[in-house]
Nanobody, 122 residues
Framework: VQLQASGGGLVQAGGSLRLSCAAS????????MGWYRQAPGKQRELVAH???????NYRDFVKGRFTISRDNASKVLYLQMNSLKPEDAAVYYC?????????????????WGQGTLVTVSS
């Protein structure tokens, strides 16, 4: 299993970024996928998700600004982020919903691949 997010960076408030998530195998194509984020000192939270039929859902705080999409042919999940705000700054991760589990028994935990850092300056 491999999940790798990319596309983050430093942007001014009001700017845009497009995040990409490359995953091993057919993870993106065959699963309900989501973008999560974790800001310093805060819990990881789901930002947007997309069903296998392509229908998206968004948290209220990104609705109208972020767009989640998937390219099943190239097996990539995207997050277009517009009108970025300083409070959007975080490390962004992609994952299946619910998150992929690794390990067994008491050692089982959620798998989080490489995230991508988004910094928004005011």
């Amino acid at each position: 299993v491999q999940l790798q997010a990319s596309g983050g960076g430093l942007v001014q408030a009001g700017g845009s970024l497009r995040l990409s998530c490359a995953a091993s195998g057919d993870i993106v194509r065959n699963n309900h996928m989501g973008w999560y984020r974790q800001a310093p000192g805060k819990q990881r939270e789901l930002v947007a998700h997309i069903f296998t039929d392509g229908s998206p859902n968004y948290r209220d705080f990104v609705k109208g600004r972020f767009t989640i999409s998937r390219d099943n042919a190239s097996k990539v999940l995207y997050l277009q982020m517009n009108s970025l705000k300083p409070e959007d700054a975080a490390v962004y991760y992609c994952n299946v919903i619910p998150p992929i589990k690794i390990g067994k028994g008491w050692g089982q935990r959620d798998y989080w691949g490489q995230g991508t850092l988004v910094t928004v300056s005011s």
